[in-house]
């Protein structure tokens, strides 16, 4: 069985462009949960997707978009990037919402400069 | 809101125990335990339904309690393999994690 995959593994990106990510799930899993990674802050929740429709979202500025496709891939856009932006964006995969084990991909390294 | 942890963090030598703490302020449904090792991804330990409930993996356990808001992870008889930084996570309507705990285990 595969697991989450989320691509690119690595980003650059200068102040002020978009980006973005990619993360395909579990084959059968329907929810996707974004979070945003950095040294001392934990892993922070961004937003869930089940089943094409947004469930729930972190407190995030509304730079930080997402969406979800009929197949459960999910992608994640962030426009005018800022330096604090500069993170490693985990997506984790479940077969529902909530109180059922969650897979996590490797995730997409995000540098901006 | 974001469940608080303790210690942030903690150094063993191989052989012994070590308890790590989390706590919400808001009613939980469940609770999550995951372990990340530097530069790879979190990955699933266990989870705990039901209040009081102990739930084991290999020498890991832990407890939730779903009066006081908090669970326990204990590691016993640690492993060099056990080093890496230990998230829980509390289920309401999202999955929300705790700042981590690092843990090192020396020889």
Known sequence: KAGVTQTPRYLIKTRGQQVTLSCSPISGHRSVSWYQQTPGQGLQFLFEYFSETQRNKGNFPGRFSGRQFSNSRSEMNVSTLELGDSALYLCASSSTQGSTEAFFGQGTRLTVV | ?107
């Not at chain 2, 993996?57 to 640690?78: C, G, P, R, V």
């Open chain 2, 1 to 107: 809101q974001q469940p608080v942890q303790s210690p942030q963090a903690v150094i063993l030598r191989e052989g012994e125990d070590a308890v790590i703490n989390c706590s919400s302020s808001k009613a939980l449904y469940s609770v999550h335990w995951y372990r990340q090792k530097h530069g790879e991804a979190p990955v699933f330990l266990m989870i705990l339904l039901k209040g009081g409930e102990q739930k084991g993996h290999e020498k890991i356990s832990a407890s939730f309690n779903e009066k006081k808001q908090q669970s326990s992870l204990y590691l016993t008889a640690s492993q060099l393999s056990y080093s890496g930084t230990y998230f829980c996570g509390f289920s309401g309507s999202r999955l929300t994690f705790g700042e981590g705990t690092q843990l090192t285990v020396n020889p």
